[in-house]
Every structure is written in structure tokens, then in C-alpha cells.
């Protein structure tokens, strides 16, 4: 298949290679501030312990009564210090620096009062804020380091699939809670994993879902004039073929913001009523015309 693409406006300028770092930076400080506020706001007092390292420092307070940052620095530098042994150095300064300053701003912000000792509301509200600052953390094309460093040892050595030897590990940590804590905590750890995904998901997506369009018409050339003309949007054009007929047609390929699209109906209804369309979301949209990725 083969495909011919109209571009639209050009963006404004990328940032520079220096600015990128430096703004990689802020997010991941900006990040492990948020998610450091509220592990001590409201995992730590409610014993939430969701997963990975954050979540073994909780479970080794309760039962040792050691201050959680001490078990993330513990636990993180070895890690790190046997993902460049084992793994090659692939993990690059944001990782050192996350894995060393994200406990120390949960050290820094040890004793926040707690606004709630309802644990369902901790779980909800702290895997919000956990998922936020994860979020941004890695949108910077940082890591925090942790266990997730683990998950990766676990599959480059054994075969097991990356997402699995997360899960793996996050099981693990859920059920000791359940043995350590209680039960019910363990549940509300699960709901906080839950939403802690979730908000990662929404940070880097963002609230803009895209829509794809595919268009089939007898009038491509009126359809794809009007497309760029009126919608002001670029368009690709992909050879395609019936497979019935056999015969060569045309499928125009446009992506357009959610509000568009009742516009881009009217567009391709006021050419060719018979136009075939086919419409679906797409999560993330990179490139001219949309969002470039720094």
C-alpha cells in the first residue's frame, strides 16, 4: 500500500536540546514533589501499600518501624547500581537522580497531616496524586527507579513478559500487606494501584482524544479540497482496492480534534452522501498540525 501525505501549517519551533533537559528536569522535581506529598498525606498514615518500592517502605515501617525514605534509598541504589551491571548502561542520569531524589523529598515531607483516615478515600486521592506526579516523571523520560528496575532483571533473565514481572512484584507487595496489615487493606492498595494507572495514563494522554478518519468517495479529489480548504486540517491519501471488485480506490486519512469532527461529516455529506467513513478515537496524536514531541 502506498500513500501520498498533504501537510498542514507548520508548528512553531522545538524547543532546544539544552531547554528539553532542563525542562526534563523540572518535571521530574515537580513530579517526585507530588508524589512524595501524597505517599506521606496519604498512603503512609493509612498503610496503602500499592506497590513497588513506596509500597515495601510501608510494609517495613509497620513492622520495623524504619523511616520509609531509608528503605527507598536502601532498596533503589542497589537496584540501580545491578540494572547497569546486568542491563547495560541504558538507564542514564534522570534515572540515578530520580532514584536518589524521590526519597528524599518523601524524607522532606515526612509528617504531612493527613486530611482524611478514611482509607478508601486515601487510596483514591493518593493514587492520584502517586499517578500525577509518575506522570509527569515520565513525561520528562525519567524513572523513579525501584522495582520497576527489578521487573526488568526478572524479564531480560528469565523470558517472563515486562508487564507480568511488574504485576508480579506489585502482587507481592499487596499481598504481604494483606498478611501485615489486614485484608481490607490489601483491597484498598488494589484500588490504589488501579487509580494510580490510571492517572498515568491521563497524564500522558491528556484529556484531547483525536479521531481517525477514513474516507471512501467517488469524489476524493472534492472531498480532499474541501478537507484542506475548509477544515484546514492535511489529509493522507492511501491506494486501496475493493475487496470484492478488485478494483483501485482511494482512502482518505485525516485526523482531527473531537470537535471537528461533526464538520468534517457535513463536509463529506455535502459531496457525496454515498461516501463511505469510518471514525474511531485515537489516544495520541504526534506531529505537524498537532502536538510535537520535545
Not at 551491571?85 to 537522580?97: D, I, P, S, Y
Not at 471512501?216 to 472534492?222: A, C, Q
Request: with cysteine; net charge positive.
Amino acid at each position: 500500500m502506498s500513500a501520498s501525505t498533504v501537510k498542514r501549517r507548520k508548528n512553531g519551533p522545538r524547543m532546544s536540546p539544552r531547554a528539553q533537559s532542563a525542562w526534563s528536569i523540572v518535571q521530574l522535581l515537580i513530579g517526585s514533589i507530588i508524589v512524595a506529598i501524597s505517599f506521606n498525606m496519604f498512603m503512609v498514615p493509612n498503610g496503602i501499600a500499592s506497590g513497588g518500592v513506596s509500597g515495601v517502605s510501608i510494609l517495613v515501617q509497620r513492622v520495623a518501624n524504619i523511616t520509609p525514605a531509608i528503605t527507598q534509598w536502601a532498596i533503589n541504589i542497589p537496584l540501580f547500581i545491578a540494572g547497569l551491571w546486568l542491563l547495560g548502561k541504558r538507564f542514564g542520569a534522570k534515572t540515578a537522580l530520580g532514584s536518589i531524589i524521590l526519597p528524599l523529598f518523601v524524607l522532606l515531607t515526612d509528617g504531612f497531616q493527613s486530611p482524611t483516615d478514611n482509607p478508601l478515600l486515601a487510596a483514591i486521592y493518593g493514587g492520584i496524586g502517586v499517578g500525577l506526579g509518575l506522570g509527569l516523571v515520565f513525561r520528562g523520560g525519567a524513572s523513579t527507579g525501584g522495582l520497576d528496575l527489578a521487573a526488568q532483571i526478572l524479564h531480560r533473565y528469565t523470558g517472563l513478559p515486562l508487564s507480568l514481572a511488574i504485576v508480579c512484584f506489585d502482587g507481592c507487595v499487596i499481598v504481604a500487606a494483606g498478611f501485615i496489615i489486614s485484608p481490607e487493606v490489601a483491597l484498598y492498595a488494589l484500588i490504589g494501584l488501579f487509580v494510580t494507572s490510571k492517572t498515568i495514563d491521563f497524564v500522558q494522554s491528556g484529556l484531547q482524544l483525536s479521531k481517525v478518519a477514513f474516507i471512501i468517495s467517488d469524489y476524493s479529489e472534492e472531498v480532499s479540497a474541501a478537507i484542506l480548504n475548509d477544515l484546514d486540517r492535511g489529509l493522507t491519501r492511501l491506494d486501496g482496492h475493493g475487496g470484492y471488485t478488485g478494483a483501485g480506490r482511494t482512502v482518505l486519512m485525516v485526523v482531527v480534534g473531537q470537535n471537528e469532527v461533526p464538520k468534517l461529516k457535513q463536509l463529506v455529506r455535502a459531496i457525496d452522501p454515498g461516501a463511505f467513513v469510518i471514525i474511531s478515537n485515537t489516544a495520541e496524536v504526534l506531529g505537524q498540525g498537532f502536538k510535537l514531541e520535545n
